[in-house]
């Protein structure tokens, strides 16, 4: 049963001062003081003081957050000598599922935070398998199960999903996949749908094949007629995509639209047999 957003009306609620509290040790997120968001959270404080108490929970030597993290480095970067707090008792996997179904439902988390936090409680601290966690969050076992699949995308596929120039959608594709860098880059400046992606997938060899043909042959060339019939593949994909929506258009219209462009479509076609039949009558080194 999900754990969701709770509240802790019947806590004390204590002022407490900032030197005898410490960042949670689990946490799910890391969030720098200078960004626009925490500039602003630090200007509302400024004006009308903290309007909710972060949620702490006390140890053998002082208190330890629970929820409210960006609130308490907020207040201490403001100098404030106090911070009011509600005092609850929760055990780490509590602490830690209260923090990341409110960081979750507040949307501050992006991918691969959410990964890195659902890979952590599963497997590092061992609390529960994917079904356990996805129950006590609301999500779904398979949305759960897809965000830590990220974790297994090579850095320059991360960073585009962090700088959200591709989505979670299209990085899944690309899990297992020889994603070279030139594929990588086509879905991101081509912003290419899911559908164009496994399409293109689907015409690509397997990894064993990969590593075959760069023992092979290292072929400057070779890469240059390749990446020719990949972008042809991504320009049929492009038609097909723009015949279906020819379909919508005035009757009028219509047919001699989609009689242009499965014209064109098919010249796309042969340019792309042309091509591979080039590559395969170039001399082997």
Known sequence: MSIGMREYNDLVVEPIEIRFIRPSKFPVRYSADDTAEMLSLK??????????????????????????????????????????????????????????????????????????????????????GVVDLSARIGKSEEYVSHRIQLLRLPDSVKSHIVDRSMNVSQALELVGAPASETFVDDIVHNQLTVKQIRDLKSGMPDMKTVAKRKRDSKSKESNITKRGIFALKIALSRFDDLVEAAHDADPQQRAALVAFLMDMRLKVHSMIDETIRFEKSRPKR
């Open 43 to 128: 200007d509302s404080i400024r004006q009308h003081g903290l309007l909710q108490p972060i949620l702490v929970r006390a140890l053998e030597q002082g208190f330890e957050i629970v929820a409210g993290h960006r609130r308490f480095s907020a207040c201490r970067s403001l100098r404030h000598r106090f911070i009011s707090c509600r005092i609850g008792e929760f055990t780490d996997q509590q602490a830690f599922e209260i923090q990341l179904t409110e960081n979750i439902q507040r949307k501050s988390m992006d991918p691969l935070e959410e990964a890195e936090a659902y890979h952590k409680y599963v497997t590092e601290f061992g609390w529960g």
